[in-house]
């Protein structure tokens, strides 16, 4: 029986995480790395201020991001590592910045 709980523990400490957080990785030459390793990060991302997802290094699908009040900063969604598509930035008291929310595509703004 007690080998079997160390196998078990044992086991679960060497499982991945279900999430890292940006402080998990570094940024080398536009992609993202976890810590100490040389393959481009793939996986979910949580933390206070940023939650999403990247694969291949680069961030991909639907993000947010928080000011670091608590306020919502971002929200919208990422292709390749740039902004696509509809994309709503607020100011740290939670007002929408129309400035620069709009549509995006390859990260440029194309509309309001």
Do not use: C
């Not at 949580?46 to 928080?66: D, Q, T």
């Not at 939670?94 to 194309?110: A, H, R």
């Amino acid at each position: 029986m007690k080998i079997l709980l160390t196998i078990l523990f044992l086991s679960l400490l060497s499982s991945p995480s279900w999430s890292e957080t940006m402080g998990d990785l570094v940024l080398r030459e536009g992609l993202y790395y976890k810590k100490f390793s040389d393959v481009p990060f793939s996986g979910k991302i949580s933390g206070y201020n940023k939650k999403g997802a990247i694969v291949n290094g680069v961030h991909e699908g639907a993000w947010v991001h928080y000011w670091s009040n608590g306020q919502l900063w971002s929200k919208g969604n990422y292709k390749n590592g740039n902004e696509e598509g509809a994309w709503n930035y607020y100011n740290n008291e939670g007002t929408l910045n129309k400035e620069i929310s709009g549509i995006y595509k390859d990260g440029v703004k194309i509309s309001d």
